[in-house]
């Protein structure tokens, strides 16, 4: 049973997938303490805000309230709601704190491919063919480490900027996994320009790539 935010179609907006069509589900729970998260309604799973799943599609403002599913029941909404969209962006929350390998396969076997975004705090548990988007999230206030084996499982770091001192703590990290990946996403924390400047001049200097969030810039979810 997976424990669900909410539902919803869009584009994906950020890294490698950017303008892909996609269903996000967002599951709830989250220790891990990012100062700058845009999603703290998810953090806590508290029973007095459970809800009927269908209700998860019908939100219309971020809320604590949650729902529990198991991966037949996330697929019948797919098709309940008539998504056209085939790739599916599992997130937070933290979504490592549950075992994704039965509804990415589930979902794989529907004709859908899959994609988590994760802070790398948690053991990574999803089939191979899931691409895994690693946010690492270094020296934030719930005192989680971020895993060598969810950098070295990562098909791109995606990561979030607003000072030099953030790409410092990346570069360390990468010295201390050993990992070095072809794919390091720079993300402006918010969409200030000092912040963006950095982004972009850091990603100039080193061959890595630029996030900008574009789903915000164009005002959808």
């Known amino acids: 049973m997976y424990k669900i935010n909410e539902i919803f179609e869009t584009i994906q907006g950020e890294a490698s997938y950017t303008g892909v069509p996609s269903i996000f589900l967002r599951l709830q729970g989250c220790p891990v303490g990012c100062a700058w998260c845009d999603t703290k309604q998810t953090w806590d799973i508290n029973p007095t805000y459970r809800i009927?799943?269908?209700?998860?599609?019908e939100k219309k403002a971020d809320s604590q309230w949650w729902a529990e599913a198991t991966p037949e029941q996330i697929l019948a909404m797919f098709k309940q709601r008539g998504y056209l969209a085939k790739h599916v962006v599992i997130t937070g929350g933290e979504p490592c704190m549950f075992d994704l390998v039965p509804v990415c396969e589930l979902l794989h076997e529907a004709g859908y491919s899959t994609q988590i975004e994760t802070s790398g705090t948690f053991e990574i548990k999803v089939p191979e063919q899931t691409w895994v988007t690693v946010s690492p999230k270094i020296n934030m206030r719930g005192g989680y480490d971020v895993l060598a084996?969810?950098?070295?499982?990562?098909?791109?770091i995606k990561h979030p900027v607003a000072m030099q001192k953030h790409v410092e703590e990346l570069e360390l990290l990468f010295e201390q996994t050993g990992v070095k990946p072809k794919?390091?996403?720079?993300?402006p924390i918010s969409q200030k320009t000092s912040a963006t400047k950095l982004a972009i001049d850091t990603c100039m200097k080193k061959n890595w790539r630029l996030s900008v969030q574009v789903h915000k810039y164009i005002g959808i979810n």
């Open 52 to 57: 009927s799943l269908d209700k998860t599609v």
């Open 149 to 156: 084996s969810a950098m070295q499982r990562a098909d791109e």
């Open 183 to 187: 794919l390091v996403y720079l993300q």
